[in-house]
């Protein structure tokens, strides 16, 4: 009796001393559904607060300075009146949390793709530069949409005009760096088929937020100034373009990224670094 208890005490020593040791994963998320929850919570969101405020709120969000006929509401409008302004803000608050460890993941992915190409040293810099820049417009442009959801223009509009710039002018320039960014981890010639549509679709995605802009300028001069009837509608109607192609630009990620997860894994440090370590040397 005695050998077998002594035989049962290791082997329950062993499997104890081997369960500290091993790589358990709590949370196994696929990246499509994630990337696609992310887009639509702001969209279907901002969809009801349109058709709300069009039906129950409508002289409410069409009040303006000059007091002209319209017939589209701006965004700010209709999230910025109770109750849309509280969905709104719990969508983009829902909708900001995993576009944030996107931006980095995003970052880490360009410089494993820097990695395997054989570039000059100067080249290598460059390239290393836009990476930061692209991760660090993303940052400001995220950040900016919670400012301009969080302070309305009803609260406080020079401070909510001033923000809303900034998240135009970073989520264009955004756009752009990382285009050029991509075009050059992914040479003429090497690309495959998913990468040649990502590419595609976030070039349609840009010029269509460029063409929108130059509209929304030209038409909120005509509004602002000159108090043009229906000046602001068109103002407002290029303003829901950009914030669609934005969302949709923003949801290339899927095509990207095919096949990953967000993994949350518990183990030891040691075991972990072993598929990092070679990831952080790049």
């Not at 949370?27 to 969101?45: D, S």
Request: charged residues 15%; contains cysteine.
């Amino acid at each position: 009796m005695e050998p077998q208890a002594e035989k049962k005490d290791d082997s329950v020593k062993r499997r104890g001393s081997t369960e500290g040791t091993e790589l358990v994963i709590n949370l196994l998320a696929g990246f499509h559904e994630i990337c696609l929850v992310t887009a639509a919570i702001p969209l279907v969101t901002l969809s009801l607060c349109f058709v709300f405020a069009y039906v129950f709120q409508f002289d409410e969000v069409h009040e303006t300075h000059c007091r002209v006929y319209n017939v589209i509401p701006s965004i700010s409008a209709i999230t910025g009146v109770s109750p849309q302004r509280y969905f709104w803000r719990i969508s983009i608050a829902l909708h900001i949390g995993p576009r944030i460890p996107i931006t980095f993941m995003y970052r880490n992915y360009y410089r494993s793709l820097l990695a395997k190409l054989n570039v000059t040293p100067k080249k290598f810099k460059t390239t290393t530069f836009l990476i930061n820049f692209v991760c660090l417009l993303n940052t400001i442009e995220i950040a900016a949409l919670g400012g301009v959801t969080y302070i309305s223009n009803k609260e406080n509009y020079p401070i909510h005009e001033k923000i809303f710039i900034t998240f135009m002018t970073t989520s264009l320039c955004h756009m752009l760096a990382s285009i050029k960014l991509y075009e050059a981890l992914h040479p003429t010639g090497q690309r495959n088929e998913t990468q040649r549509k990502s590419l595609k679709w976030k070039k349609h995605f840009f010029a269509l937020s460029i063409a929108s802009t130059i509209g929304l300028l030209l038409f909120f001069a005509k509004h602002r100034f000159y108090c043009h009837d229906m000046a602001f509608s068109y103002f407002a109607f290029c303003e829901y373009v950009i914030a669609f192609a934005n969302m949709l630009y923003h949801f290339t990620t899927v095509l990207d990224f095919p096949s990953q997860y967000m993994v949350f894994i518990q183990g030891p440090v040691e075991q972990l670094q072993k598929y990092t370590h070679k990831f952080k040397s790049n």
